[in-house]
């Protein structure tokens, strides 16, 4: 993406992570895009965040409703859910993968519970310090 200040003629590149950020901070300045036709397929990305550990069925039933909850929302959404990740990994093998996919998404959505769950606390301060929106599923 190119941004650029009304009435200067440099322009400089950006993320699309560093988009909403940069907008909140800079409200004068004009987004718009270098490449329409590759950005028109874009999906806005959510990740699910949500206590597991100790959890009947790993609490895949309640991510899986978020899931269905978000998708209905919009059609362009598309969700990173942990709940697909295979349940026969190592416990710790979990936490990088979720990072990874947090990383990648626009939203995290946080279920209830996550504040007792150390790896949700974990992804909600990192989400935090990758200045992630961040929705409670209870806001669906």
């Keep these: ?3 650029f200040r009304p009435g200067r003629t440099n322009a400089f590149m950006i993320t ?7 907008i909140r901070r800079h409200p004068k300045y004009y987004v718009e895009l270098l ?13 699910i965040s949500g206590p597991m ?7 895949h039933p309640t991510f899986f409703e978020t899931e269905a909850k978000i998708r209905a929302k919009d059609t362009n959404f598309a969700v990173l859910n942990p709940a697909s990740l295979p349940v026969d990994l190592n416990p710790e093998d979990y936490m ?10 626009d939203i995290i959505c946080v279920l ?3 504040e007792k769950a150390s790896g949700c ?13 961040i929705v409670k599923a209870e806001e669906l």
């Design 53 to 59: 550990s100790g959890m009947p069925e790993y609490n």
């Design 121 to 133: 606390r974990i992804e909600y301060e990192y989400a935090k310090k990758l200045g992630k929106m």
């Design 16 to 22: 699309r992570l560093d988009l909403m950020d940069f």
């Design 112 to 114: 209830p519970g996550w």
């Design 1 to 3: 993406l190119r941004y």
């Design 35 to 47: 490449e329409e036709p590759a950005m028109s397929g874009y999906k806005t990305v959510w990740f």
């Design 96 to 105: 990088p993968i979720d990072l990874a996919m947090l990383r990648e998404a």
